[in-house]
């Protein structure tokens, strides 16, 4: 009989250490790859909806519940693709166009026309047609209302491909993470997106190059030796 209560008391006292030692911040971990982060943060917007579903009344319609599943998902989804970093990306670069435009000097690249938009901090926006596609892409920003997050915007990322709604996500200033999905429509028009939105990129970092070079160049014709 002593024995066994012996028997028991270690080992509840050995189970004990075990899970201490596992939630202990000073534990070493190797660093995380880039797809285990991403999949962090893909659990952590699951949980935050979650959280939103639990704070449901006991009175939600079991149609609330089916619509918070849909959010939930469609959010990872986004989150997956990247939409939530390549669609402010792309507006970034696409809301100074109209102003490029007028520059004599400046061509837009080849096969983009009808450009047009808005170069605001609040509601920017950004119009052109491409690969025979209207595109539009817009964004509203407004302060966070939850007190934890003060300082930090919320922003409503809209795309609109030949004028029908494809995507409408809200995400956070902070980090560009999801917080919720009211509409998306995947289909071709996402790795469209996506390739379009590298080519700008790389049309702006080499259009940042040449002018850093150029700058450097204009020091260096001014610098004489006698």
């Known amino acids: 009989m002593i024995y066994s209560l012996s028997l028991v008391a270690a080992t509840a006292l050995i189970t ?7 939630r202990s911040p000073m534990r070493l971990s190797r660093p995380q790859t880039g797809e285990e982060k991403e999949a962090g943060r893909a659990k952590a917007i699951g949980e935050q909806l979650d959280d939103a579903r639990d ?3 006991d009175a939600a319609s079991e149609g609330n519940k089916v619509a918070l599943a ?13 939409l939530n970093f390549a669609v402010p990306e792309l507006l970034e670069i696409m809301q100074l166009w109209p102003g490029l435009a007028k520059l004599p000097e400046w061509e837009p690249p ?5 450009i047009d938009g808005l170069d605001d901090a609040k509601s920017p926006w950004a119009a052109w047609r491409w690969n025979d596609i209207d595109w539009r892409v817009e964004a509203e920003w407004r302060p966070s209302i939850l007190p934890d997050e003060a300082g930090i915007e919320i922003g409503t990322c809209k795309v609109l ?4 709604l494809v995507l ?3 995400i956070s200033s902070k980090d560009l993470h999801v917080m919720w ?8 028009w996402v790795s469209e997106l996506l ?24 020091r260096a014709d001014k610098i004489h030796w006698s």
């Open 195 to 218: 390739a379009f939105t590298g080519a700008r990129r790389s049309d702006a970092q080499a259009l940042s190059s040449e002018k850093s070079a150029r700058q450097y160049q204009d």
């Open 16 to 22: 004990f250490f075990i899970m201490r030692w596992h």
């Open 110 to 114: 080849e096969g983009v026309t009808n």
């Open 161 to 164: 491909v030949d004028r029908e």
């Open 55 to 57: 704070r449901l009344s």
């Open 168 to 170: 409408d996500m809200t």
């Open 70 to 82: 849909k959010a939930v998902k469609a959010a990872l989804w986004v989150t997956e693709a990247r």
């Open 181 to 188: 999905i009211d509409a998306l429509r995947v289909g071709p």
